[in-house]
């Protein structure tokens, strides 16, 4: 291994970023570099390290054991250092062209991001955002590496080296058409139970704790579909008799370009308490405190 000094420390960012992608067209795009020189550069990676450090497969670049053990700290090292450039360079929002990567569910897209783009398009447009899935048990990761910026939702088991701010809580409602039956009159649980229901197995989320409940009130004994995530939920409903338990932003945020309505429906259910989500690293970024004030003024509900 070469002394430090007479590394290139360029080419950690492009480990960074192939690491992050898991292809070097995108890697490269993010960088603003050529695809070959994004190859070349992961040629000297490998050299310096004797090891192949990403592998190409059907599914991308797959990092190698050793890259592994590699990118977390490299990750927190360029993430230091961007943090220092940040404090030293402030960060003004009218020109910056900082990347922000927030971490949301699909249901968490369709509420928040509408709103983020048109705010972040009038206070700041040179700023691209970036929406990723981040499933919980690697939540904290990638907020302490910087690969995300912030995390919206109402995530659960948070580890306590992130801090968090609560921007509002929410019920679950029973979504369905409108000109539906159970939008007629009083809905008593028999015959709640006895219309078709559509299932969410979001696994790994808040939902899960719902399904269960679901489950034991027998409202899964109706069900006349499952689908693994709520994107394709709207006009599923919109089309059909099914009825579906959604968080109720997302019934409101569904109710007019689908037709659909919604009730409180005859079964007592957790609410859901949605916030944002950074690491403690990066409590005093500019541009992370910028972002966590944005959504702030968007979204928080007192």
Not at 3 to 10: I, S, V, Y
Not at 199 to 209: C, E, K, T
Request: proline share 8%; charged share 20%.
């Amino acid at each position: 291994m070469k002394p430090l000094a007479e590394f290139d420390l360029n080419l950690l960012a492009v480990f960074q970023e192939v690491y992050r992608e898991r292809q070097i067209s995108r890697a490269a795009a993010r960088l603003g570099l050529t695809q070959s020189a994004v190859s070349n550069a992961l040629a000297r990676l490998r050299r310096t390290f004797g090891d192949e450090l990403f592998v190409r497969t059907a599914a991308g670049m797959q990092p190698t054991p050793l890259a592994q053990q590699m990118a977390e700290p490299i990750g927190a090292a360029l993430a230091q250092v961007a943090l220092a450039l940040s404090q030293r360079g402030g960060f003004d929002p009218a020109t910056s062209t900082r990347r922000f990567t927030l971490a949301m569910t699909d249901v968490g897209e369709v509420h928040f991001m509408p709103a983020l783009i048109e705010r972040c398009g009038a206070l700041a447009p040179g700023v691209r955002l970036r929406v990723q899935r981040t499933p919980g048990p690697g939540l904290r990761d990638e907020l302490e590496t910087g690969r995300v910026d912030l995390a919206v939702g109402a995530f659960e088991d948070v580890p306590h080296a992130l801090h968090h701010r609560p921007l509002f809580r929410q019920p679950f409602v029973a979504m369905f058409r409108r000109g539906h039956p159970l939008g007629q009159g009083p809905v008593d649980l028999p015959r709640f139970l006895a219309a078709p229901h559509l299932i969410v197995d979001a696994a790994g989320s808040p939902y899960d704790r719902v399904a269960g409940l679901l489950d034991k009130a027998g409202v899964t004994d109706g069900a006349r579909c499952r689908v693994p995530h709520f994107t394709a939920v709207p006009y599923i409903v919109a089309t059909s008799d099914l009825v579906v338990i959604v968080p109720q932003k997302l019934a409101e945020s569904a109710a007019g370009p689908f037709g659909l309505t919604w009730i409180v429906p005859p079964l007592v259910l957790p609410t859901l308490q949605t916030r944002m989500f950074w690491h403690r690293r990066f409590h005093h970024d500019p541009g992370v405190q910028w972002l966590r004030g944005v959504v702030a003024d968007a979204f928080l509900e007192e």
